[in-house]
């Protein structure tokens, strides 16, 4: 969701980039410190910086590197989305909500961000909000199966068996190797017997 293109240290930016993709995410935020060493108004680089953090867990360190980003340039869809997302990942729905809503004005109809929003809204006592916006987010992208992960454990939890294990059964037809998507189908079979039992 980056625009590294647009960034006068687009080169080194995109080299921290490839390093996150590989899962070198230290080595990606030591190129990154190096750029904001020499230039504090580098906003890709906390943006980025931000993003290596999540990936690491270290969420606070995200949203310290990711509000300076949003200090510089309030009008980042990435860096609210980034915010949004981290806020959600503590389970501070109600900042995550703030954030991605925000996020979402600015780039509107963004799967990914709309994918966020609907987890918030679902975990932030707004279930049929959330599953409304995970549907938009969708039909969007219809083969993302992190969106399709999302909203079969939102199913899941409101005890939607029938919907949950459709979800998960679309998503191992597009990955079969997905273990995440078959370990939570078995969880919807076993509860859904669970449930019939007790009847």
Known sequence: MSHLDNSPHAEVLKAAENL???????????????????????????EELGDNYMNLREYE?????????INLNPESANAHYLLGFSYSALNDFSNSIKELKIANKLSANHPEILRCLGWSLFHGNKENQGLIILSRAHNLSPDDNFILTDMGMCYLVKREYDKAKQTFETILKNDPQNEKARECLNACRFFEKKTTKSK
Do not use: N, P, R, W
């Open 20 to 46: 996150k993709k590989q899962g070198q995410y230290h080595e990606a935020i030591k190129l990154l410190e190096q750029v904001l060493h020499d230039d504090l108004e580098a906003t890709e680089a906390f």
């Open 61 to 69: 360190k995200a949203i310290s590197a990711i509000k300076m980003a």
